[in-house]
């Protein structure tokens, strides 16, 4: 298990079944700050701040299309960041059919 810092506008954390989640809210992510005055870097930033996030999830470092369409699910409030995150680590090892069938559960 560790948590890995991105560009001061996100984090990973890897779990010890194999799945990690991303969790970013900066430009370029699907979030509020998407298109937020790209000129502005986050890294000069002291704080960095959303109202929400993205997520994508890893499995041994290779991304999983849990988005539908698309491999990342983006406008997530904190409180829904939070329950993708217990799902994530609280997944068996190497099952991804229990992790896709418990974020069909969520209905966010």
């Known amino acids: 298990m560790s948590f ?4 001061n506008k996100g984090f990973r954390i890897n779990f010890e ?4 989640i991303s969790v970013q809210w900066g430009t370029g992510n699907y979030c509020e700050k998407r298109t937020y005055n790209t000129d502005t870097d986050p890294t000069k930033e002291r704080y ?10 890893f499995e041994d470092g290779r991304m ?23 799902i994530v680590q609280s997944t068996t090892a190497g099952n991804t059919e229990e992790l ?4 069909k559960e969520l209905k966010i």
Do not use: R
């Open 100 to 103: 896709e069938e418990k974020f």
């Open 64 to 86: 999983l299309p849990i988005g539908g369409d698309d491999q990342v699910i983006g406008w997530c409030s904190a409180d829904e960041v939070a329950k993708y995150i217990t």
């Open 17 to 20: 079944n194999g799945f990690s």
């Open 4 to 7: 890995i810092a991105t560009q």
């Open 48 to 57: 960095w701040e959303s109202i929400n996030a993205e997520i994508a999830v």
